[in-house]
């Protein structure tokens, strides 16, 4: 027996494709005494078309880790990128991570659309695009 996802996508076919991305920024901290997630800068999260507790994957150009976690919002003008709890262990301040978001669309709509991707100012000690 079919469950209703399985029957909703075989009737509306989606695709999903990438919707956010904050390219190649470096890390400002690592908190590893906090539950989880990755706090952004929110003229970052504005930028990318990121919410807060949207789940985001996270790659580190350093050393090859990837996770998957959410976005909690920082400090406007901040420019904090923060790994939160156990991937305080895995993404260290000065690592260079790529922030990734994705949604489902119909095929006809994934067609047209535009994923948000900002490459942030490095020159910059704030990070700030």
Wanted: net charge neutral; charged share 20%; aromatic share 8%.
């Amino acid at each position: 027996m079919l469950t209703f996802a399985a029957i909703f996508l075989y009737i509306i076919m989606l695709i999903q494709l990438l919707k956010s991305k904050i390219h190649n920024i470096a890390v400002t901290e690592a908190n590893l005494d906090y539950i989880g997630s990755i706090t952004i800068d929110e003229n970052l999260m504005d930028a990318a078309n990121l919410i807060a507790g949207e789940k985001v994957h996270v790659v580190n150009n350093n050393n090859g880790e990837r996770i998957e976690t959410y976005v909690i919002k920082g400090e406007r003008d901040s420019g904090i990128i923060c790994l939160n709890g156990a991937a305080a262990r895995k993404f260290l301040p000065g690592d260079i991570v790529i922030i990734m978001a994705f949604a489902w669309l119909d095929s006809e709509k994934a067609k047209q659309f535009k994923p948000a991707i900002v490459f942030p100012d490095t020159t910059s000690s704030k990070k700030i695009l």
